[in-house]
C-alpha cells in the first residue's frame, strides 16, 4: 500500500487511505471513520438551493437542518447554505432535510474534508 504523507507524517487524503484499508467502505462510511478517529474533526458541506427567495425560506431550511444529526452550524442564506459537521451527516440526510423544508438542492459538496493535524 503507497499513501502520501504531509511533513507531519500523516496522509495527504486520509480519506483515501482509509478506503484503502477497508475497500469496501463507501466515502461518507469513510468520513464517519475517520471523524471517530481523529478528535474534533470538522467537515464543512456547501449546497446550492432552488427556489428560495426570502429570508423567511432560508428560516426554514435552517430550521430543518436542526434535525439532522451530527450538524454543528448551518450559515443559510437565500439560495446557498454552509453546514459544518462531525461526518454524520450524509449528504443524503442534508437533501432530505432541505427537501422536506420545500427546496431543491441543485449542488452539494464538501469543501473540507479534515484539517491537517501539525500545522
Known sequence: MSVALCSSGLPHDPSSLVRSIFPRLRT????????????????????????????HAAHAVFTALTGVEGIST?????????????????????????ETAGYVVTEIR?????????R
Open 74 to 98: 448551518a450559515d443559510v442564506k437565500v439560495g446557498r447554505a454552509t453546514i459544518e459537521h462531525d461526518g454524520r451527516a450524509t449528504h443524503e440526510q442534508i437533501i432530505g432535510a432541505i
Open 110 to 118: 464538501d469543501e473540507r474534508r479534515l484539517p491537517l493535524l501539525g
Open 28 to 55: 461518507g462510511t469513510a468520513r464517519l471513520v475517520l471523524a471517530r478517529l481523529f478528535c474534533g474533526v470538522r467537515i464543512t458541506t456547501s449546497v446550492t438551493i432552488q427556489g428560495m427567495l426570502s429570508v
